[in-house]
Nanobody, 127 residues
Framework: QVQLVESGGGSVQSGGSLRLSCVLS????????RGWFRQVPGKERERVAV???????SYAGSVKGRFTISQDNAKNTLYLQMTSLKPDDTAIYYC?????????????????????WGQGTQVTVSS
């Protein structure tokens, strides 16, 4: 049974930092597309950062230069380091993964086709 379990969310002031973690279990995700999405009430789920084959990455324009996605293959864990946080970053953050292998730019483009999701972790940034 595949499980994705996020942790590391919380409340922080504008300009602060947080690191999210996602432990993937039940399948070896190395080499497959994995990433982070976020969602606020009333809006579509937004692709934030993904990592694909050979560690290639892709970021939403709104987080580029502030967020960094990384992985520890030995631990089957995905991370999202978030710095210079803004109130607009407030959302529930979801870890996602599937069984496709693409470069980061092409990973997890279709939300409705993603195989696996975590339960989400809340990130709140106050001004």
């Amino acid at each position: 049974q595949v499980q994705l379990v996020e942790s590391g969310g919380g409340s922080v002031q504008s300009g602060g930092s947080l690191r999210l973690s996602c432990v993937l279990s039940g399948y070896n995700s190395n080499g497959y597309c994995r990433g982070w999405f976020r969602q606020v009430p009333g809006k579509e789920r937004e692709r934030v950062a993904v990592i694909g084959v050979h560690g290639s990455t892709s970021y939403a324009g709104s987080v580029k230069g502030r967020f960094t996605i990384s992985q520890d293959n030995a631990k089957n864990t995905l991370y999202l380091q978030m710095t210079s946080l803004k109130p607009d970053d407030t959302a529930i953050y979801y870890c996602a993964a599937d069984m496709t292998s693409y470069s980061g730019d092409f990973c997890l483009r279709r939300v409705d086709r993603i195989n696996y999701w975590g339960q989400g972790t809340q990130v709140t940034v106050s001004s």
